[in-house]
């Protein structure tokens, strides 16, 4: 079974750059190039059987901005390495 699991937010791929550009604390190098043709504008996940399951297991949703979530991911792989570099 598989269980897509997304924030709900939108968001451009520039607003993410733009976030993880604040998580590192320099803004990340892009290229843009031309659109393909029938490229697609937008990607969204369907979460709604995850949103089914917090509901049947009366489980309360919880979310935080991606720029929080990336910057907790950030710094946890960060100790993780230091902590495998010293032993």
């Known amino acids: 079974e598989t269980i ?3 924030t709900g937010q939108l968001l451009t791929n520039n607003a993410i ?3 993880i550009g604040g998580v590192l604390g320099k ?3 892009q290229e843009f190039v ?14 709604s059987k995850l949103h089914y399951y917090f509901e049947r297991w009366g489980w309360n949703e919880v979310f935080n901005p991606l720029g929080t979530s990336l910057e907790e991911y950030f710094y946890y792989e960060l100790e993780k390495e230091k902590s495998t570099a010293d032993r």
Do not use: T
């Open 4 to 6: 897509n699991i997304g």
């Open 17 to 19: 750059l733009k976030i």
């Open 27 to 29: 803004p990340v190098e």
């Open 34 to 47: 031309e659109d393909r043709a029938g490229h697609d504008r937008a990607y969204r996940l369907d979460c």
